[in-house]
């Protein structure tokens, strides 16, 4: 219609980060972060647009990575999310004339080890004295499982294998096995006295060259999941690097390694100062207020937009 200008989707974007107790890789999942930031359902499925900022006045270093968008990463998170709703068949006919769960989203556990924390965001508001700051309020956010055995034990998908999860890459690598091809090389020919010109090395470098793939056919190392993005950092003779500019972030998982001391005065959590680790960033989109796009069909795949 002339003259309507349609109003610009708002969304919180950019949220301070507090560590988990714990050692080991620090991890963001940035739909999680929207979504408890905005009060709506952001999905895992997607490429974000994040960058991450340092915080504070403190000397400090973080070493920042995503995950490797590669070809096995995306088909084989493809594949477990076809598996996940396939499993669930039979107990969609059952729920058929019922309202199944609003807000059911298909997701994997983005920990390349299990020993690695989470950073979650906060809100803050004024105190008084200061600003206060309240972990952010998130009512379910569960990883996707399923159940594997008749007994109803359950695993989950993630970025690696244990007895309770199954290895998004190692499951799509087991549908990807090849064999040379041919299994054995061959001299023989048709005729092959009239045929002055050939030669048997020929024939053996037709069968032989090209007969295994560019690549390592019988593993895909699927723990070399990450790609460094940059490191943020402030030292002692004034040099730094604030941020790490913007930088395609696939299911929405940032890592980091290194630390943080800083203590921003003015954050209270009620019993003391608060120890930030980091600030992530969205960018601006048209996808519920922030730049986000498919990372699979989910619809496709049985999994909603």
């Known amino acids: 219609m002339i003259g309507v200008v349609m109003a610009k989707m708002n969304a919180v974007k950019k949220f301070l980060m507090q560590r ?26 997607r490429t974000y647009r994040v960058k991450a900022n340092l915080v504070g006045s403190s000397n400090m270093s973080l070493d920042v990575y995503k995950l490797r968008d590669s070809f096995m990463l995306q088909k084989g998170y493809s594949l477990a999310m076809q598996q996940w709703n396939k499993s669930y068949e039979e107990a969609k006919d059952v729920v058929k004339g019922n309202v199944r769960g609003r807000w059911r989203d298909f997701r994997i556990d983005i920990r390349p080890f299990i020993g690695d924390v989470f950073a979650n965001s906060v809100t803050l508001k004024a105190n008084g004295t200061g600003v206060t700051a309240t972990p952010v309020q998130v009512d379910e956010y569960a990883n996707s499982s399923t159940a594997y055995t008749t007994g109803g034990l359950f695993r989950d998908f993630g970025l690696r294998t244990d007895s309770n999860t199954f290895d998004i890459i190692a499951e799509y690598n087991k549908e990807g096995k090849v064999q040379p091809s041919p299994q054995s090389s061959t001299t023989e020919a048709a005729y092959v006295e009239l045929n ?44 730094t690097k604030s941020t790490t500019g913007y930088f395609d972030a696939p299911l929405g998982a940032v890592y980091f390694f290194g630390g943080s001391t800083n203590v921003p005065s003015i954050i209270d959590t009620g019993g003391g100062l608060a120890s930030f680790y980091c600030e992530i960033e969205v960018q601006a989109g048209d996808y519920k207020g922030v730049l986000a796009h498919p990372y699979v069909d989910a619809k496709k795949l049985g999994s909603g937009n």
């Not at 929207?34 to 009060?39: D, E, F, M």
């Not at 030669?199 to 056919?217: H, K, M, R, S």
Request: proline fraction near 4%; glycine fraction near 10%; include cysteine.
């Open 20 to 45: 988990t107790a714990g050692s080991g890789t620090t991890c963001v999942r940035v739909d999680r972060e929207l979504s408890g930031q905005n009060r709506r359902l952001y999905r895992q499925s």
């Open 196 to 239: 002055a010109n050939l030669e048997d090395d020929e024939v053996l470098n037709l069968q032989g060259d090209g007969n295994l793939p560019p690549y390592d056919a019988d593993s895909t190392l699927p723990l070399e999941v990450l790609e460094y993005v940059g490191t943020i950092y402030r030292d002692a003779d004034g040099n």
